[in-house]
């Protein structure tokens, strides 16, 4: 299985423009709404694909690395491998996934306050 995350993270200016000025119509609204909701399911469901291929990678190496020789060197660096994998995972979590949907909630909050609660749900 192939999971790719898309580097296109920011709503299109002209969109985000045209929701904070009011020019949409219902249809329209709803129309952008599903199309960056459904990226953000794609997106989302490749980025968690990733972590449980981090994981897996990583529940490997230890079992690998101490299987042979258990070492407390050892156990930091798998410790510190660890964390800098989460961290990496979260920065694209947070700057390719959630981001583009948070724009679009943040146009919204100021041209269709009225719509805010039908869109969060």
Not at 92 to 108: D, G, P, R, S, T
Not at 109 to 118: R, S
């Amino acid at each position: 299985m192939y999971a790719r995350i898309s580097l296109a993270t920011r709503l299109n200016k002209q969109v985000k423009q045209k929701i904070m000025l009011h020019k949409f119509t219902r249809q329209e609204l709803d129309a952008v709404y599903h199309i960056i909701m459904n990226k953000y399911h794609r997106k989302n469901k490749a980025c968690y694909l990733v972590l449980f291929g981090y994981a897996v990678l990583f529940l490997l190496i230890a079992f690998l690395g101490l299987q042979k020789a258990y070492t407390d060197a050892m156990a930091f660096s798998l410790i510190v491998c660890a964390s800098m994998l989460l961290v990496i995972w979260l920065w694209v979590k947070i700057c390719h996934v959630e981001y583009e949907k948070w724009e679009f909630f943040k146009a919204l909050e100021k041209g269709y306050p009225e719509y805010i609660g039908e869109y969060r749900k």
